[in-house]
């Protein structure tokens, strides 16, 4: 039997719903989803196996132009999904009209791979300014096939799925036919927690958290976990806790609720919050959470 597997990697510009994308196809909460642009800061990979193929998904960041270390480190994972992709998915979203670097727009345009323009939210346009949006990418990317979709509603999901089967090369599996991503467990409880503080909080707190599992210890019934929240400066750790550390409080309530569901277990989880100053633009910091690598 033929077996097809390759990877197929999701850029586009911040908040188009790359993540929500992703985590319909592996059917499982992978990736980070909020409002907030620059959600996801890596890149993240979700496995979806059947009996002859392997899809290997790749979410990533947002492209921005990056304005200090951290950033430039997120652009990075960005470039590599351009290395090593067998299909690129390039999304977009209605009334969106370019990317935010000029240079990712000519990679995408100039591709010798397949390249699935997906037109995201379309169920917040009408048929009038579809055809408008469907015509002018036509023209700005003509190297694309052009799929209109909604993530969130679901609607063509499948349909870019089974393209995407269409378009694999033959190959082996890359990874256990059981596996469902490359990240270790203690990366999705440091994004589950992260994901609580771009929810709750504003202005530049969430983009100078970092989140660290000092300690993840799994018994029969329950997971013992204690996560440290950094942030860059005493101010910002006093707004973390908040009153009473009512809204810390908060963070861990939601997050714990989170991971017993992802999980499947009892979940005792502490946190802390520390300062680490200007951890975003110190390169040994950034290496050490996993960014320049």
């Known amino acids: 039997m033929n077996h097809k597997a390759g990877y197929v990697n999701i850029i586009g510009n911040p908040n188009v719903g790359k993540s929500t994308l992703m985590n319909a196809f592996v059917g499982e909460k992978l990736s980070i989803i909020t409002s907030k642009a620059q959600t996801t800061r890596h890149r993240i990979l979700g496995i979806v196996n059947g009996d ?33 992709a067998d299909i690129l998915l390039y999304m977009v979203e209605i009334g969106e009209q370019a990317l935010k670097d000029e240079l990712f727009f000519e990679k995408i345009t100039s591709s010798k791979i397949p390249v699935l323009l997906l037109l995201n939210k379309i169920d917040t346009s009408n048929q009038e300014q579809l055809e408008t949006q469907v015509q002018f990418w036509a023209e700005k990317v003509p190297n694309a096939e052009i799929i209109p979709i909604s993530a969130l509603e679901g609607f063509q999901v499948k349909e870019v799925f089974d393209r995407i089967i269409e378009l694999l090369p033959e190959s082996p599996p890359f990874y256990p036919k059981d596996q469902l991503t490359d990240k270790p467990e203690r990366f999705f409880i440091n ?42 400066r005493e101010t910002q750790k006093g707004i973390i806790i908040g009153h009473k550390g009512a809204a810390l ?31 975003r633009s110190n390169q040994n910091q950034l290496k050490r959470f996993g960014y320049n690598q």
Do not use: C
């Open 249 to 279: 409080k908060r963070v861990g309530v939601e997050a714990r609720k989170d991971l017993e569901l992802f999980f499947g277990k009892q979940i005792h989880l502490e946190l802390y919050v520390k300062v680490n100053k200007n951890w």
């Open 52 to 84: 002859d193929f392997q899809v290997l998904f790749s979410d990533t960041p947002g492209i921005i132009k990056p304005a200090y270390e951290l950033q430039e480190s997120m652009m990075g994972f960005v470039k590599s999904a351009f290395e090593d």
């Open 191 to 232: 994004e589950t927690i992260r994901e609580k503080i771009l929810i709750h909080y504003k202005k530049e707190i969430p983009y100078a958290v970092e989140v660290d599992t000092e300690e993840f210890l799994e018994e029969d019934t329950i997971i013992r976990i204690r996560s440290v929240i950094m942030v860059e």
